[in-house]
């Protein structure tokens, strides 16, 4: 096994849209702020605000099972190759129901006890979000997350709703974006493959060695 056994158009893929993914969901997100802004523009902000306080449920709603749809997939994908290599699955295209529960599961048992922190980067530290906005951005994400988990690309939820959060910050104006803790994001995005690829190639030549 070598660096011809990559599937290196997959690799492209994954890279391409690990890229494009926040890019967009910055576009989306201004374009639906945008919108937004200009339907309630003869409403006031306090009013405005408390009917999309109530909008949020339906638009985290539909974040969350974008979530599962994009994210429980990797894991769902891995655990079933790992069960086919081992000769405990068929080659299948579905994952078993117990894998899938599983993921999901752990996806938000995940979210709910160790996300609180991302959830306060993401909410206060880039921007300053307010309902209209939160609706905004987490419907601009999701609708990004459904179209990539249709055409079966993966994608980092993570990259996609802060760079939405983005776009929605800067529809207000740049100075309200916090652009110095995005480029720590980015940096943390450019070196997350390339660190976890060392790392995973690095045990798997262990494992080969111990054999």
């Given amino acids: 096994m070598g660096l011809d ?3 290196w158009g997959g690799v492209e893929k994954v890279v391409t849209f690990i890229i494009a993914s926040p890019v967009l969901g910055m576009i989306i997100g201004f374009l639906i702020v945008a919108l937004v802004i200009k339907f309630m523009r003869k409403t006031s902000r306090t ?12 638009s985290s709603f539909f974040y969350s099972i974008t979530h599962g749809a994009n994210d429980a997939q990797k894991g769902m994908g891995i655990i079933m190759l790992i069960l ?6 068929l080659a299948t295209d579905q994952a078993f129901l117990w894998v ?6 752990a996806l938000a048992l995940g979210t709910f006890f160790g996300g609180w922190r991302i959830v306060k980067t993401m909410a206060s530290r ?18 990004l ?10 994608v980092s939820t993570t990259h996609t709703i802060a760079g939405s959060i983005m776009g929605v910050g800067a529809a207000k104006g740049l100075s309200a974006v916090r652009w110095g803790i995005g480029r720590r994001i980015v940096v943390a995005w450019i ?9 995973s190639g690095a045990i798997f030549c262990s494992y080969l060695n111990l054999l």
């Fill in 126 to 143: 880039i921007t300053k979000l307010e309902p209209y906005q939160g609706f905004s951005a987490e419907t601009g994400a999701a609708a």
């Fill in 191 to 199: 070196l997350t493959i390339p660190a976890a690829a060392t790392i």
């Fill in 100 to 105: 899938a529960i599983s993921c999901y599961a």
């Fill in 5 to 7: 056994a990559v599937n």
């Fill in 47 to 58: 009013n405005a605000n408390r009917w999309f306080r109530h909008l949020q449920i339906v």
């Fill in 145 to 154: 997350l459904a179209a990539t988990a249709h055409f079966g690309i993966p």
């Fill in 84 to 89: 086919a290599a081992s000769g405990a699955a």
